[in-house]
C-alpha cells in the first residue's frame, strides 16, 4: 500500500511543477465567442457520422474567422427560429447558419461581410429539353417546399406546384418523370450533387436574376466585435482560406459571386441515405439521452411537488394561499407551453433574470407540469377528518343521525317524520327553538298533510323572502291553520296565477315532444309532474327556464310574459325577452352540475354576483343564510367532490335560490342519488314547499308528490292528460292512463 501511495504522491507534485507553456496560456486569454447555429442543416452545419463532431461550411468559416482574429469559440446549437431570440437575450454572441441579408435583418443587428452568394436555378431531370427558364415552366409541373420563397417564383411563372418536405424529396419526383423541375438555391442543388453524386439531373438554369448574400450576424451594440470578424474574412478571403473551403463542399468558391461552373465530376464521397439520416439523427438521439430525458424527469418531479403545493393551497380555506394557487394555475393552465418557454428563456433575461439553459428549461417545465397537474392532485385528496366522500352520515338540523332515515320518502305512505319529537312538543304548547337554523315546529293534526310532511325550519321574523317578509311564523297551540298556508297567505298578495302556461309546443325534427300543454301555477303553492320517460315533463321545466326555446305557445311568469309563437325578428330582442323570463325562475338539475373547481360557497353566489351583479359582500352573506337552510354551513369551504351526491343536490339547490327566483324547478332531483341519500334532498325540499315557495317538481317519487303538492299533473305523449289535487290525481285519478301508470310505479308486483 505505502508504495502505491508513494507513486500517487509523486505523480501529483509532477503536475504540479510541470510550467505550464505560453501556448496555454494564450488559449487561456483568448476572449470566448458564442456562436449559434443549428447543427442539424447539412451542409452548412451538421455532426459528422462517423466522429460526430460538429463540421460544416458555416462552421469551418466562423472557426476560421476565429483562428484569425484570436477568439475560442462556443458552439450553441438551437433551431432557427429561435436564433435570434438567443442572439437578442445575449446567449450567444454571433449567429453562422446561412443569415441572409435582407433590410430588416440589417436594422436591427449587425451583419458581417459576405461569405457565402447563392443564387436560385432550375433544376430538371438530366437530357431534358425545352426548360432552361422560368418562362419555360408555363404549364408544367414543379416539386417545391410550400414554405420557401421558390413555390411563390413557380407559381408566378404558371406552373403548378407540387408540396414536397425538402430537396432530396423533390430530386426523387423530377428523376421518377412524376414533375417537370424544381426551383431551390444552388447551394442545396450543387451540395446534393456532390454528396450523392447523381447525374440523374442537372442545374440548367438560374431562377431570376436575385443573387442571395449570406452573412455573420451580431448584435447592434458589439461593433468591436462585428470589425473583428470583417478584418479576419477580408484576410481569409485574400489568402484563399474561404474558397478552399467553400470548393471542399459545392465544387465551387461560393464566397465570391459569379465565379463560374462548378465541377462535379466524382464529388465527395457519396452518402447513403442512411449516413444523411445519421448525420441528423445521432445528434438528436444525443441530446434525447443526455438533455431531453433527465430535464423531463427533474421538471416531473419538481411540478408534483408544486402540484401538491398548490392542490393544498387550493382547498386550504385561506383566501390568500388559494387566490394564488388559483391565479397561477390559471395562467399555466391558460397559455401554450411555447409561450412559457418563450417567457422563461427570453423574457427573464429582459428584467434581468439570465438562467442558463437546463435550469430554464427545468424552471419552465416544471411550472407547467405543477399547473396541470394541482386540479388532479387536488381531486384524489382525502377528506381526513371529514369522513368519506360518499355515504356519510349527515345530522343535517341538529337532530338524530337517523333523520334521512326516518323521512317520508318513496314508498314509505306511513313513515313519521325526522322531528316529530318537536311535533309533539308543539301540540302541547312550546315553542321549538324556532331561533336555530333547521329546527321545526308544527302542530299535531290528523290531516293527511300536516301528520306526514316535514315541519317547517325556522325562519327569523321579519327576514326578506321571495315575495315579502314572514312576520311571524311561531306555531302555537290551538292553532288550526296549516302554518304553510300561514306563510304562503302572508307571501301572496295577488290572485292571479304566478307561472301561467297556454299552448306549449316544441318538436325536435320530427318528434313532437310537447303538443299544447296548458296549466297555471298560484303563487306559494306546489306543482308536481308525473309521466313516463319521454312525455315532455322535462322539457316544460327547460322551456320555463328558457333552457328550451318553444316553438308555440304562452308563458308568463309573474309579470313577465313571451309569446312564442310571435317572437321579434332580431335575435337581441329575442335574447332580452328570453333572458327576462329565465331570471323569474331557478334551476335544479339531475345530476348537480357545480363548478368543480369552486367551493361550495363560491358556487352559490357565481350567479347573483356574476349575472346578476350584486355585491358580494351581499350574496356571501345570502349564500351562508342558504347553507344553514339547507344543512351544509360547515361545507362552505369545501369542493363538490368532497361531498357525497345528496349533499352536492343540496347545494344545487342553494344555488337556485339564491338567484332570488319567482318559482323554483326541481328536474328529477333525486334520480341521480345513491337510495340511501334520496331522503335529505327531499326533506329539503319539502322545507322549501313548506315555507311558501313556489316550486314545480318533475319527480318519480310518487309518494312525495302526494304528501307535498297542492296540484298534480299528468303528461303523457306531450300533453297534461290529468290535473287536479293530489288527492284527485293520485289517490282517485279519472284518466286509464293515470291508473295504469300509477299502478305500474307503486305496485309493480
Do not use: C
Not at 283 to 302: C, N, R, Y
Amino acid at each position: 500500500m505505502r508504495p502505491l501511495l508513494k507513486v500517487i504522491a509523486l505523480v501529483l507534485l509532477m503536475l504540479v511543477l510541470i510550467p505550464h507553456g505560453p501556448a496555454n496560456a494564450a488559449e487561456d486569454e483568448r476572449p470566448v465567442v458564442r456562436v449559434g447555429t443549428e447543427g442539424t442543416y447539412p451542409p452548412f452545419s451538421f455532426h459528422d457520422s462517423d466522429t460526430n463532431d460538429l463540421t460544416g461550411y458555416d462552421v469551418e468559416v466562423i472557426q476560421a474567422i476565429a483562428d484569425e482574429a484570436g477568439w475560442k469559440l462556443e458552439f450553441v446549437e438551437t433551431t432557427f427560429d429561435a436564433i435570434f431570440a438567443a442572439l437578442d437575450a445575449e446567449r450567444i454572441d454571433v449567429i453562422a447558419n446561412q443569415v441572409t441579408d435582407n433590410p430588416e435583418r440589417q436594422a436591427r443587428y449587425g451583419l458581417s461581410e459576405t461569405y457565402t452568394y447563392s443564387q436560385g436555378v432550375i433544376v430538371v431531370k438530366a437530357g431534358t429539353t425545352g426548360i432552361t427558364t422560368l418562362s419555360d415552366l408555363k404549364g408544367k409541373t414543379t416539386a417545391q417546399s410550400l414554405t420557401t420563397n421558390y413555390a411563390e417564383t413557380a407559381r408566378a411563372a404558371g406552373a403548378k406546384v407540387e408540396g414536397v418536405e425538402g430537396f432530396a424529396q423533390a430530386a426523387a419526383l423530377v428523376v421518377q418523370g412524376r414533375v417537370d423541375a424544381l426551383l431551390n438555391d444552388n447551394l442545396a442543388a450543387l451540395d446534393y450533387l456532390n454528396t450523392t453524386g447523381s447525374d440523374e439531373i442537372e442545374i440548367v438554369g438560374t431562377a431570376g436574376d436575385e443573387v442571395n448574400q449570406q452573412k455573420l450576424a451580431f448584435r447592434k451594440d458589439d461593433a468591436a466585435l462585428l470589425q473583428q470578424a470583417n478584418e479576419a474574412m477580408i484576410a481569409l478571403k485574400a489568402d484563399g482560406t474561404l474558397a478552399e473551403i467553400s470548393e471542399k463542399y459545392f465544387k465551387i468558391d461560393v464566397s465570391v459571386e459569379n465565379s463560374g461552373q462548378a465541377d462535379l465530376s466524382g464529388g465527395r464521397a457519396v452518402r447513403t441515405d442512411a449516413e444523411i439520416v445519421k448525420d441528423a439523427a445521432w445528434p438528436m438521439f444525443k441530446k434525447l439521452v443526455i438533455a431531453t430525458i433527465p430535464i423531463t424527469i427533474i421538471s416531473f418531479a419538481i411540478g408534483l411537488v408544486l402540484a401538491v403545493a398548490a392542490a393544498l393551497a387550493n382547498i386550504s380555506g385561506s383566501r390568500i394561499f388559494a387566490g394564488i394557487a388559483r391565479i397561477y394555475i390559471s395562467i399555466i393552465r391558460g397559455t401554450p407551453l411555447l409561450v412559457q418557454l418563450f417567457i422563461v428563456f427570453y423574457g427573464l433575461p429582459e428584467i434581468g433574470v439570465d438562467l442558463p439553459p437546463w435550469p430554464a428549461a427545468v424552471l419552465a417545465l416544471s411550472l407547467n407540469v405543477g399547473g396541470y397537474a394541482a386540479e388532479i392532485v387536488r381531486s384524489a385528496i382525502p377528506l381526513g377528518a371529514e369522513g368519506p366522500v360518499r355515504g356519510r352520515g349527515d345530522d343535517r338540523h341538529g337532530l338524530l343521525a337517523v333523520a334521512s332515515a326516518h323521512h317520508l320518502s318513496a314508498g314509505g305512505t306511513h313513515r313519521r317524520p325526522a322531528a316529530v319529537e318537536h311535533a309533539d312538543l308543539a301540540a302541547e304548547g312550546h315553542v321549538a327553538a324556532l331561533g336555530r337554523a333547521g329546527d321545526r315546529a308544527v302542530p299535531r293534526s290528523t290531516d293527511r298533510r300536516i301528520g306526514g310532511s316535514g315541519v317547517l325550519p325556522a325562519v327569523p321574523p321579519g327576514r326578506p323572502l321571495l315575495l315579502g317578509r314572514l312576520r311571524d311564523t311561531r306555531s302555537r297551540a290551538g292553532q288550526d291553520r296549516d302554518p304553510t298556508e300561514q306563510v304562503r297567505g302572508q307571501m301572496t298578495d295577488s290572485s292571479a296565477p304566478l307561472v301561467d302556461v297556454r299552448g306549449l309546443a316544441k318538436a325536435f325534427d320530427d318528434n313532437h315532444v310537447l303538443r299544447g300543454v296548458d296549466f297555471a301555477v298560484e303563487a306559494g303553492t306546489t306543482t308536481a309532474a308525473l309521466g313516463p320517460s319521454g312525455s315532455g315533463k322535462t322539457t316544460v321545466l327547460r322551456s320555463l327556464n328558457v333552457l328550451e326555446t318553444p316553438d308555440a305557445g304562452s308563458i308568463r311568469i309573474g309579470d313577465v310574459e313571451v309569446d312564442f309563437s310571435a317572437l321579434p325578428a332580431r335575435p337581441r330582442a329575442i335574447r332580452e325577452r328570453t333572458s327576462r323570463l329565465r331570471a323569474q325562475s331557478g334551476m335544479v338539475f339531475q345530476s348537480h352540475h357545480l363548478f368543480p373547481h369552486k367551493t361550495v360557497l363560491e358556487n352559490v353566489i357565481e350567479g347573483p354576483v356574476q349575472v346578476q351583479g350584486r355585491p358580494r359582500d351581499e350574496a356571501v352573506s345570502d349564500a351562508r343564510d342558504l347553507l344553514a337552510q339547507v344543512g351544509l354551513s360547515e361545507k362552505a369551504n369545501q369542493h363538490p367532490f368532497q361531498l357525497s351526491g345528496g349533499q352536492q343536490q343540496r347545494v344545487g339547490i342553494a344555488r337556485a335560490l339564491a338567484l332570488r327566483p319567482k318559482v323554483v324547478l326541481f328536474d328529477e332531483p333525486t334520480s341521480a342519488l345513491d337510495p340511501e341519500l334520496v331522503g335529505e334532498v327531499l326533506a329539503v325540499i319539502e322545507d322549501l314547499t313548506m315555507q311558501g315557495w313556489t316550486t314545480i317538481i318533475v319527480t318519480h317519487e310518487i309518494r312525495f308528490a302526494e304528501q307535498v303538492a297542492d296540484q298534480v299533473l299528468f303528461l303523457d305523449r306531450g300533453v297534461v292528460l290529468e290535473r287536479g289535487t293530489s288527492a284527485q290525481v293520485i289517490g282517485d285519478p279519472t284518466h286509464d292512463r293515470t291508473r295504469q301508470f300509477l299502478r305500474r310505479i307503486l305496485d309493480p308486483g
